[in-house]
């Protein structure tokens, strides 16, 4: 499966920024609890994006790892190195294509991460196989993305304003099925941890930002809904239509989040 896929900078910085404000848990707390990175590990953050997952792990051991980070989206590296050069921080972002061997020598990490990116992947087995190939025995991979129940309301709320289905999307429909499975084959040690955030808008035009930020993300994947920027924005109406009665009716508008962290050891 070939998933052309390149994420608009401005579109994930809002998203990032509306959990931040809108989020009754904190996905960063989790990640950093869960994996507990060490000064003197080495660290690959593939998909890093704008480098949150590598900022974190950087402040988290006071800059004492030798931290990574890989894309394809040269607009994204270039904001993950002013960032690195404003702060200070000693991260490599480096261009990687996770369809691509990658250009590391076996056993080079400790860790490998990858934060609501890697299941794009075209080829499942390669690439993970390549994770494996670059971590040290005993490294862990920690794979992050979105679990079937994820923002329920978000895809009720579109399926009630275009009466049509929602279209598959690759992340929450191969995260639990077929990443963990080609994970749990190709490592020693396989987990599924389980993280939940609701965020709870106090009104409709936060919600219809990221509503426009997550379209913005898969919108290849919603071709069926809409033609050009005509239709995307008579789409957006519909849905703030919605979303509008909804919030009339309780007050709020409360979407939750539900991410699966697959955690496995080489
Ligand atoms: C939703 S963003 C997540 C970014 C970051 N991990 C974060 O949590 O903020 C998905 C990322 O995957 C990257 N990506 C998609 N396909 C890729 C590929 N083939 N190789 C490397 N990165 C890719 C995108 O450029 C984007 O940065």
Sequence with gaps: ????????????????????????????????????????????????????????????????????????????????????????????????????????????????????????????????????????????????????????MFYDIIKEATNKPIPPMPGSSRFKGDIFSTIDR????TELHKFENHLTFPEVAPFIDYVRASLGEDRRLWTSMFNGKDEYEALIGKIEEVAKKWFDRDGKLVMTKVIGGILATK
């Design 1 to 152: 499966m070939k998933i052309d896929y390149q994420e608009p900078s401005k579109d994930l910085l809002m998203r990032i920024d509306i959990h931040e404000k809108y989020g009754s848990a904190n996905i960063d707390m989790w990640t950093n609890e869960l994996l507990q990175p060490k000064a003197g590990m080495t660290i690959l953050d593939v998909g890093c994006g704008a480098g949150k997952l590598c900022f974190l792990f950087n402040d988290y051991v006071k800059g004492g790892a030798k931290i990574t980070g890989g894309d394809f989206s040269e607009e994204l590296l270039e904001k993950a190195r002013e960032k690195n050069k404003k702060t200070g921080a000693n991260i490599d972002f480096q261009f990687l294509d996770f369809n691509e061997k990658f250009k590391f020598e076996d056993g080079s990490f400790d860790l490998c991460t990858s934060a609501f990116a890697i299941y794009y992947a075209s080829d499942l087995d390669f690439t993970f196989g390549e994770a494996h190939r670059v971590l040290k025995p005993g490294g862990r991979l920690f794979v992050s993305g979105p679990l079937p129940e994820n923002k329920q």
């Design 186 to 189: 190709i490592f020693a040690k």
